[in-house]
């Protein structure tokens, strides 16, 4: 998986790459599809959502370039797979997912491979007030515009990760927080993702 999808499209990370060696990823896929869980494709793990092909996972951790010990905020836990890379980076993870069964899951898997992160049921468009201001925020599902109070809740000098555009196609995005006057965006390449479901998101 790490040598023919991930290092061969130009992730070169070492530290990286060793850490999608390390995580067990057909521990995040449901039974039914564990035969295709190194597969370079995403895979449904029910409710309407999937996890993200390894490359995805892969591209999204790089545009975040996170540091150990940075607090990240996640929305989207979904089989919590990238909640699992960001804590094995040494990252202080909050994730938050709207179904509260894969909330539930996600959770019992992570603390079972001793991957420490706070996961809560909620509306990820809102962010997570507590917590904040993060250094960094992932989203894993598209969004038709930035929600305001995630731009609101990261730190200035941090970067949020996100696709961008309708629901049938997005562009990964990534966005520096200058100022709190002041973004500055990038289009990283064409996407596709579930839809971002929630106040500042789409509708359910």
């Given amino acids: 998986m790490v040598s023919e999808q991930i290092s061969s499209r130009g992730i070169v990370d070492k530290r990286i790459l ?19 869980a190194y597969s370079d494709c995403p895979l449904s ?26 607090t990240v905020l996640e929305v989207g836990t979904g089989s919590g797979y990238q909640t699992a890379i960001l804590c094995a ?7 938050i997912e709207r179904i509260k069964q894969l909330a539930d899951q996600a959770k019992a898997v992570l603390d079972s491979l001793d991957y420490r992160a706070e ?6 468009t809102l962010g997570w007030e507590e917590y904040a201001p993060y250094d960094r925020i992932i989203i894993t599902a598209a ?14 000098g941090g970067r949020l990760v996100v696709p961008v555009g309708g629901q049938s196609r997005q562009e990964l995005t990534v966005l ?8 500055k965006t990038e289009n990283i390449f064409s996407c596709v993702f579930v839809p971002l479901i929630g106040k500042y998101g789409y509708e359910n």
């Fill in 18 to 36: 060793n850490i999608f060696r390390s995580v067990p990823r057909h521990e995040f896929i449901p039974k039914e599809q564990l035969l295709s």
């Fill in 45 to 70: 793990i029910g409710y309407g959502q999937t996890i993200s092909q390894p490359y995805m996972v892969a591209a999204m951790t790089k545009e975040l370039q996170l540091k150990s010990e940075m």
């Fill in 89 to 95: 980076l040494r990252a202080r993870v909050y994730s």
């Fill in 119 to 124: 996961v809560k049921m909620a509306d990820g």
């Fill in 143 to 156: 969004a038709s515009s930035i929600p305001e109070p995630l731009v609101k809740q990261l730190k200035i």
């Fill in 176 to 183: 520096d927080k200058i100022s709190d006057k002041e973004v």
